[in-house]
C-alpha cells in the first residue's frame, strides 16, 4: 500500500534522516580550495599535527600554536591520515558539528515536541545559507556550535524526562559528554553558554529542582576525565599557558578593544536575518487563522527564545565580533521559524509552500558555495608548483615578510617552513595578525623559534647555504629585494609569487651581493610558472 505524500512528515525513518543530514552537509565540501587565512590556518595546523605525530600540542609552523584547544585538529588530523590533505577532510570537524547540531535537534523536538515540528526545524535548519556554508567552513566556529546545541538540548532533554520519571541519567551524561567536547573545541564558551543556557530556563519555568542536575557528579567525573587531561598536561609542559589561553584568549580578548572585526552591538541583527534568508522571511508572513487554537508548547518555546537571546547578547557584547560565533543561535532560530511556518496552517495546504521553499532554500546554499569558490576563491588563489617540480627532502622552504597559511597543506610539506620578517618588532605588536599568532607561539618553544623565526638582517646567513630554498612572497617583492632576480620564478599568482634560489654551492656568506644577471627574455624567465592555475 502506497504511503500518503504526507507520511513523511509523521513517521521519518531517524537514522535515514540522520544520515541525509551529514551526505547534504558533505555533498559541496570538495568544490572549493581552503580560503586564507582562516581555512589554511586551522587546516595546515591538523596536518602539522599528523605530519609531526605530536597530537597533544597543536602548532602552528611547528611552534606551539594555543589559541584554541585541539579537538578540531584531532577530528581534522585523523581525516588526513586516511585521506591525505584534501579540503573535504579539512572541514570534516566542521560538518561533524553541523551534522551533531542538526541531529540533536531533530531527536530533541521529536521527543518534546510533535515529529511535524522537528522535521521542519531540521530542515530550516540544514536549508539555511548561513548553517550551510558554516558547516563547510574549516574553522572551529561549527564544531563548537554542535557541541553547544547537544549540550544544551541534551541537559534540556534530561530535566523534562527526570520530571516525567522517565530514564535521565543517559541524557545528563550525554549532556556533560558534549560540554567537555565544547571545551576541547573552543575553550571556556563550550561549557559556560550551554550553562547559561539551562540554568536561565529552569529559573523562567521554575523548575528550580532540576538545577541540582548540575551538581550529578558523575557528570563531572565525565567532564574532567574527558577534556582535564590536554588542559593539565599543557599546564605541566608550559607553565605560561594558563595566563594565555585562559586570561588573555579568553578574558581579555572579549573585555579588550583593539583586535580585529570591531563593530557595533546590532551587528548581529542584520547578520542573522540577511545570512537565514529564504526562510527568514516567513517571520513576515501573517499567521494562520487558526493560530490561536494551535497546542502550544511554552516550556520549549521558553528554552528556543532564551538560547536564541543569550548567544546573541553574549557575542554582542565585546567589540571584536565575527560572522560565525553566532552559528549556536541557529538551532533555536530554525525552530522558531518552523513554529512560524506551521503557525494554524493546514499540512495539506502547507506542504506544496514547503517543499517549493525548501527547494529554493537548498538551490540558494548551493549557490552560495558556488559564489564562494568563483569570487572569494577564484582560480589561482592556489599557489601551486608547475607540474615536475616539488619540494624535495632536504629543500627548506622561506616566506618572505608574509606567512601564506595554506602553503604547507597544498605544497604537502612535512616540516615547518621558515618565516623572514622584522621579529623583533613583531614581539610589540598589538595587532591580531599572522605577525603576533607566530610571535605568541614563538614564547612556548623560544629553541625552535630561533630555528624557523628569520630575522631580516640574517637572510644571507640562511640561503647562502649548499641547499635549495623555495621563497614564497609577494610577486612585487623583488623590488624591495634585489637578489631575487637569482632565483627562478617557478609560480605567481595575482598576489603572492613562488622562487626557486640555488643558494650557494661553497656557502659564500655574499651570494645576495652581487649584481643581479642579466635578465633572459620574458618568456624564457617565467617559463617555469606555466603550470600555476
Not at 559556560?192 to 567525573?221: K, S
Request: with cysteine; charged share 15%.
Amino acid at each position: 500500500m502506497k504511503r500518503p505524500a504526507s507520511a513523511w512528515w509523521t513517521s521519518p525513518q531517524p537514522l535515514w534522516l540522520i544520515f541525509s543530514l551529514f551526505a547534504w552537509l558533505l555533498a559541496t565540501a570538495w568544490i572549493r580550495p581552503l580560503m586564507a587565512p582562516d581555512e589554511g590556518r586551522y587546516g595546515g595546523v591538523a596536518l602539522a599535527m599528523l605530519r609531526s605525530g605530536d597530537w597533544l600540542v597543536p602548532r602552528l609552523d611547528g611552534l606551539p600554536f594555543f589559541h584554541k584547544p585541539p579537538l578540531f585538529y584531532w577530528i581534522g588530523a585523523a581525516a588526513m591520515a586516511v585521506t591525505g590533505p584534501v579540503e573535504w577532510a579539512a572541514r570534516l570537524p566542521s560538518i561533524l558539528g553541523g551534522g551533531a547540531a542538526a541531529a540533536a535537534l531533530f531527536l530533541f523536538l521529536r521527543r518534546w515536541s510533535t515529529v511535524r515540528v522537528a522535521l521542519l526545524s531540521t530542515v530550516v535548519l540544514v536549508t539555511t545559507p548561513f548553517f550551510f556554508l558554516g558547516a563547510q567552513f574549516a574553522n572551529l566556529d561549527m564544531l563548537v556550535a554542535g557541541c553547544i546545541s547537544c549540550t544544551v538540548l541534551l541537559a534540556a532533554g534530561a530535566a523534562l524526562a527526570r520530571e516525567r520519571e522517565e530514564p535521565w541519567r543517559a541524557l545528563l551524561a550525554g549532556a556533560f559528554l558534549f560540554a567537555a567536547a565544547g571545551l576541547l573545541a573552543k575553550g571556556l564558551i563550550g561549557l559556560v553558554l550551554p550553562a547559561m543556557v539551562v540554568v536561565i530556563w529552569c529559573g523562567v519555568t521554575r523548575r528550580l529542582a532540576a538545577l541540582r542536575l548540575a551538581l550529578w557528579l558523575p557528570g563531572w567525573a565525565i567532564l574532567l576525565i574527558v577534556a582535564g587531561p590536554w588542559f593539565v598536561a599543557m599546564q605541566m609542559k608550559y607553565p605560561e599557558f594558563f595566563d594565555y589561553f585562559v586570561i588573555t584568549q579568553h578574558f581579555r580578548r572579549f573585555a579588550s578593544a583593539g583586535f580585529n572585526n570591531e563593530h557595533g552591538f546590532w551587528f548581529y541583527l542584520p547578520v542573522l536575518a540577511g545570512l537565514t534568508l529564504p526562510w527568514f522571511a516567513w517571520v513576515f508572513v501573517p499567521r494562520g487563522a487558526n493560530d490561536a487554537a494551535r497546542s502550544r508548547q511554552p516550556d520549549i518555546d521558553w528554552l528556543m527564545w532564551i538560547w536564541l537571546a543569550v548567544i546573541v547578547v553574549f557575542f554582542s557584547l565585546p567589540r571584536s565580533k565575527l560572522v560565525g560565533y553566532v552559528l549556536p543561535a541557529l538551532p533555536p532560530l530554525a525552530y522558531l521559524i518552523a513554529q512560524r511556518v506551521l503557525a494554524g496552517r493546514s499540512l495539506e495546504t502547507l506542504l506544496p509552500k514547503v517543499r517549493a521553499m525548501t527547494m529554493a532554500a537548498a538551490a540558494v546554499c548551493i549557490g552560495c558555495v558556488i559564489a564562494v569558490a568563483i569570487y572569494a576563491s577564484p582560480p589561482g588563489t592556489r599557489l601551486k608548483l608547475p607540474a615536475g617540480q616539488a619540494v624535495a627532502p632536504g629543500d627548506q622552504v622561506l616566506m618572505l615578510d608574509s606567512y601564506q597559511y595554506e602553503i604547507p597543506f597544498y605544497w604537502n610539506l612535512r616540516e615547518p617552513v621558515l618565516v623572514s620578517d622584522d621579529w623583533k618588532a613583531a614581539a610589540l605588536d598589538k595587532r591580531d595578525n599572522w605577525r603576533k599568532e607566530i610571535s605568541d607561539a614563538a614564547r612556548f618553544d623560544p629553541a625552535r623559534a630561533a630555528r624557523t623565526l628569520v630575522d631580516r638582517t640574517e637572510l644571507a646567513d640562511t640561503l647562502c647555504v649548499a641547499r635549495t630554498t623555495w621563497i614564497v612572497g609577494s610577486n612585487t617583492a623583488q623590488l624591495a629585494n634585489p637578489w631575487l632576480f637569482h632565483a627562478q620564478l617557478v609560480a605567481v599568482n595575482d598576489g603572492i609569487a613562488a622562487w626557486r634560489f640555488a643558494g650557494s654551492p661553497t656557502g659564500d656568506p655574499h651570494c645576495l651581493d652581487a649584481p643581479p644577471p642579466v635578465q633572459a627574455p620574458a618568456s624564457a624567465h617565467t617559463s617555469g610558472a606555466s603550470g600555476n592555475d
